[in-house]
């Protein structure tokens, strides 16, 4: 009965290394939604997705950060060269089907530190 | 604009008393406003969720109160436990076909004993 998996729980990178971050949906689950969380803050959209393809990016920065969500394997949210600014909570959520009334469930997070 | 503001930013309560949290939006579009609870190192739970068409919805301690001309809502907690203190984030979102999720910036709510 596993929730919504993220890994790494924390990461710690240095400013223009990659990071990367996996999170496995629910089982059954086929729409995924990256949001990230500064510190005080609530959480913002990045971006969402179904099976291989990517729905809505509008949150997500047009530069360094992109999302997979493959057909085989958990979805993988990357940045490249990240910076101190990158430095946040990144969570996932997923849900059964993308109507408005699914409820979305949470991954615990990847708390991205950047030195 | 895709905003919901949320006040207070931080709420103390005395074990039993009624913890109240209010949240205000803008975008009428808006037709869905979830409250989530969040204990830290976790990520958010949802708690409650309302509708426009009705203007309480409780559940448990739990009450949500709507009021749609004034664009506002709020989430009253009852009789207030120590368990309850976590960080509360009221939500919105409208009925586009999928779930986009604006959030608002959180209560951080402590109940002492």
């Known amino acids: 009965n596993a929730g919504v998996m993220q890994n790494p729980r924390h990461l710690v990178r240095r400013r223009g290394q990659e990071a990367r971050l996996r999170c496995s949906p629910m089982?059954?689950?086929?729409?995924v939604y990256w949001y990230r969380q500064l510190p005080e803050e609530g959480l913002k959209f990045m971006v969402y997705?179904?099976?291989?393809?990517?729905?809505?990016e509008s949150g997500m920065p047009k530069e360094r950060f992109s999302a997979e969500f493959p057909k085989e394997g958990p979805s993988i949210l990357r940045i490249q060269q990240v910076v101190r600014g990158d430095s946040a909570a990144y969570f996932c959520?997923?849900?059964?089907?993308?109507?408005?009334?699914?409820?979305?469930?949470f991954g615990p997070g990847t708390r991205l530190t950047v030195l | 604009q895709q905003q919901v503001k949320q006040s207070p930013q931080s709420l103390i309560v005395q074990k039993g008393g009624i913890s109240i949290i209010n949240c205000a939006y803008e975008?009428?579009?808006?037709?869905?406003f979830p409250w989530y609870q969040q204990f830290p190192g976790k990520g958010p739970a949802l708690l409650i969720a309302?509708?426009?068409?009705?203007s309480e919805k409780k559940e448990g301690r739990f009450t949500i109160s709507f009021n749609k001309s004034a664009k506002q809502f709020s989430l009253h907690i009852m009789d207030s436990q120590p368990g309850d203190s976590a960080t509360y984030f009221c939500?919105?979102?409208?009925?586009?076909?999928?779930?986009?999720?604006?959030f608002g910036t959180g209560t951080k709510l402590q109940v002492i004993p």
């Open positions: 959520a997923s849900s059964l089907a993308g109507a408005t009334y699914n409820e979305q469930f």
């Open positions: 089982k059954g689950h086929s729409h």
């Open positions: 997705l179904q099976k291989e393809n990517i729905i809505d």
């Open positions: 975008n009428t579009a808006f037709d869905y």
């Open positions: 309302i509708r426009p068409d009705v």
């Open positions: 939500a919105a979102t409208n009925s586009g076909g999928y779930q986009k999720v604006t």
